[in-house]
């Protein structure tokens, strides 16, 4: 693994190494707390859709989002964050377009 890998390096006149960016814990609990964030906003939706419409449908797209949430935050747990930042974005499009395009 390179030091980009976990944080970037800068070096000053006085060839004094000062981290620049977050260290891995740091971008763990930020995306554990971003999967969460999620979480909570896909059961609201959800929750929202339901009302509107009762559809095993829409249960379906959103409780599958929530699933793969979890499983965000658990990769996000055990160092695996770009993987599961990609994860996540991927899962927050494609439900928000799945509800927009099915009837």
């Not at 930020?30 to 906003?41: D, E, F, K, N, S």
């Not at 974005?89 to 395009?101: M, P, T």
């Amino acid at each position: 693994m390179s030091s980009s890998d976990h944080e970037d390096v800068e070096q000053d006149a006085g060839d004094e190494v000062v981290a620049v960016g977050l260290t891995p814990r740091q971008a763990r609990m930020i995306r554990v707390t971003m999967g969460w964030v999620v979480l909570a906003g896909m059961a609201i939706l959800l929750w929202i859709r339901l009302e509107q419409r009762h559809s095993v449908l829409v249960m379906g797209v959103y409780g599958l989002a929530m699933v793969v949430c979890g499983v965000v935050i658990e990769l996000s747990r055990h160092g695996r964050t770009r993987l599961g930042t990609y994860l996540l974005g991927l899962v927050l499009v494609a439900a928000l377009g799945a509800d927009w395009l099915l009837p």
